[in-house]
């Protein structure tokens, strides 16, 4: 069995950038609360967490590059929801938002995490947010935190 190379769940000490959309706040409002949940249940002092608000999520990866440089943060959380409406909008925002915070954790060192909804509906959404399906908040930010450990790991 070759050995085995994997993060950890322990935010003890991580300095942590929170980016949310105020775009559907009603909905990233929760994925923030759970995300910050998920770090302090997980060892993460309040105080080490930062949360940067933006229009909306197409300034994501904008701000994710941005505090990526900064190279203060340990990991960056982004998080934001999409509802399809009746235009094309909605696949165009979502595809450059992905793009864009895709390539930002491919070529920063820092490790970002994913907490963008991408829904048909509003119950969709909420169902995401703290619903049925979990918080996709809190998921974002135990994947930070596994993300921080292994690249520790790895070096």
């Not at 105020?22 to 609360?33: H, M, P």
């Not at 995401?128 to 790991?153: C, H, P, Q, T, Y």
Request: glycine residues 10%; proline residues 5%; charged residues 20%.
């Amino acid at each position: 069995m070759p050995p085995i190379i994997e993060g950890h769940l322990d935010a003890k000490g991580l300095k942590v950038a929170l980016i949310a959309s105020r775009f559907n706040d009603i909905i990233t409002a929760r994925l923030v609360e759970g995300a910050i949940d998920g770090f302090v249940r997980h060892g993460a002092d309040p105080k080490s967490l930062t949360l940067v608000k933006v229009p909306g999520s197409f300034e994501l990866p904008q701000v994710a590059a941005r505090l990526a440089a900064q190279g203060s943060y340990d990991a960056i959380v982004a998080l934001g929801c999409l509802i399809r409406g009746e235009t094309p909008h909605f696949d165009l925002i979502a595809a450059e938002a992905t793009k864009g915070l895709a390539q930002v954790a491919a070529s920063s060192g820092v490790p970002l995490s994913f907490g963008l909804l991408t829904c048909d509906s509003m119950e969709q959404a909420i169902d995401r947010a703290g619903g049925k399906a979990g918080n996709k908040g809190w998921d974002a930010a135990l994947a930070a935190i596994e993300m921080v450990s292994l690249f520790r790991r790895l070096t």
